[in-house]
T-cell receptor, first 113, second 109 residues
Framework: DGGITQSPKYLFRKEGQNVTLSCEQNLNHDAMYWYRQDPGQGLRLIYYSQIVNDFQKGDIAEGYSVSREKKESFPLTVTSAQKNPTAFYLC????????????FGAGTRLSVL | GDSVTQMEGPVTLSEEAFLTINCTYTATGYPSLFWYVQYPGEGLQLLLKATKADDKGSNKGFEATYRKETTSFHLEKGSVQVSDSAVYFCALSDNDMRFGAGTRLTVKP
């Protein structure tokens, strides 16, 4: 079945640690996205990638980094510079950037120890 | 920039009641409009969409009509079920995708 797989489902970060969230898609989509969701709030865009080897900052990129070395993969690293990382992180993909349906993974819940 | 404003929740209804969740948007261009649904602990799923003015999106008994004159895309369902309990997000996509804050719906038996 085609879809988006995020792992792990739950992740815990220690103080000063970098952690990486995985996102893999087998939909052959060019565009991929990372969102952050806080309780009672909408989705905020962290980074997006329109094509392999290219990515752009979203609205809240500070403290995060990404790579897009393969079409199917778009990992997100939450660095120690992100002082408030506790949130639900959602990865999405679409055929192309903008005006297209986005397909979402099941999310990763990150907490700070 | 483009933005979406949707009705604040939470909304609590009895089974078989009529549902309306209001959504209005601001956009400089001609965006596509979407409703997504999020069940507890999951990602978002597309519920319905409309790509131009006067289009009506529909799915699973839910409907929304793209009203350019009122810049609205209100979600409606004639008879809700307990299984409809979820968070609903209105979204627009033009150059970027913008999501509303979400409206939590709880349907009681």
């Amino acid at each position: 079945d085609g879809g988006i797989t995020q792992s792990p489902k739950y992740l815990f970060r220690k103080e000063g640690q970098n952690v990486t969230l995985s996102c893999e898609q087998n939909l052959n989509h060019d565009a991929m996205y990372w969102y952050r969701q806080d309780p009672g709030q909408g989705l905020r865009l962290i980074y997006y990638s329109q094509i392999v080897n290219d990515f752009q900052k979203g609205d809240i990129a500070e403290g995060y980094s990404v790579s897009r070395e393969k079409k199917e993969s778009f990992p997100l690293t939450v660095t120690s510079a992100q002082k408030n990382p506790t949130a639900f992180y959602l990865c999405a993909s679409s055929i192309a950037y903008a005006k297209n349906i986005q397909y979402f993974g099941a999310g990763t819940r990150l907490s700070v120890l | 920039g483009d933005s979406v404003t949707q009705m604040e929740g939470p909304v609590t209804l009895s089974e078989e009641a009529f549902l309306t969740i209001n959504c209005t948007y601001t956009a400089t261009g001609y965006p596509s409009l979407f409703w997504y649904v999020q069940y507890p602990g999951e990602g978002l799923q597309l519920l319905l969409k409309a790509t131009k003015a006067d289009d009506k999106g529909s799915n699973k008994g839910f409907e929304a009509t793209y009203r350019k004159e009122t810049t609205s895309f209100h979600l409606e369902k004639g008879s809700v079920q307990v299984s409809d309990s979820a968070v609903y997000f209105c979204a627009l996509s033009d150059n970027d995708m913008r999501f509303g804050a979400g409206t939590r719906l709880t349907v009681k038996p």
